[in-house]
């Protein structure tokens, strides 16, 4: 099923993500990572945290080589970086849930991740280039964080205005076309 997923500046998207518990991985939960999954192939994106669909738990679900071919999402519960190195930048970084933006974002160039399966197996690994900078982005998410926030101010508040403006024109639009 395709969940909405929620657009700045819906305020659950702030939320810090609680841990999710061995005995909370149930049907639901694997059909809500399903669900996410189809989710994040449909909008087309390379990753999806459950705060964006307005769960806050920490779940997220990755597949940054997909093709219409070839889908193999990763989901991961409680995923955390345990290890950074270097920095560099992220080009034209988009999100989801951030419409009609892309900027440039400093990101660690290396990161250790620690996380466990639907399984409830430990696992932990290194990523570089566009998968790293996706775990640093998802579990951004997880923090109640999103991309925005780690571009300069001027730039984000050029965004906000414009948002904020797209909305207004939105709700207007919906107004007029009501019969009463």
Known sequence: MILEV????????????????KDEVTDG?????????????DEPGIGLAATQVGVAKRLIVMDVDWSEEDRNPRVLLNPEIVETEGRVISEQEGCLS????????????R???????????EVEF???GLEA?????????????????????????LYVRRRKKQLRLEREANTSKSPF
């Open 6 to 21: 929620l657009h700045f500046p819906d305020p659950h998207l702030r939320e810090v993500a609680e841990p999710v518990s």
């Open 29 to 41: 939960l694997r059909q809500l990572a399903a669900d996410m999954a189809e989710t994040m192939y």
């Open 98 to 109: 951030v419409p009609d933006y892309k900027a440039d974002v400093e990101r660690h160039q």
């Open 111 to 121: 990161v250790r991740v620690r996380a466990r399966t639907l399984e409830w197996e």
């Open 126 to 128: 290194d990523a570089t």
């Open 133 to 157: 900078f996706c775990f640093q982005h998802e579990i951004d998410h997880l923090d109640g964080t999103l991309f925005i926030d780690r571009i300069s101010r001027l730039k984000r508040d």
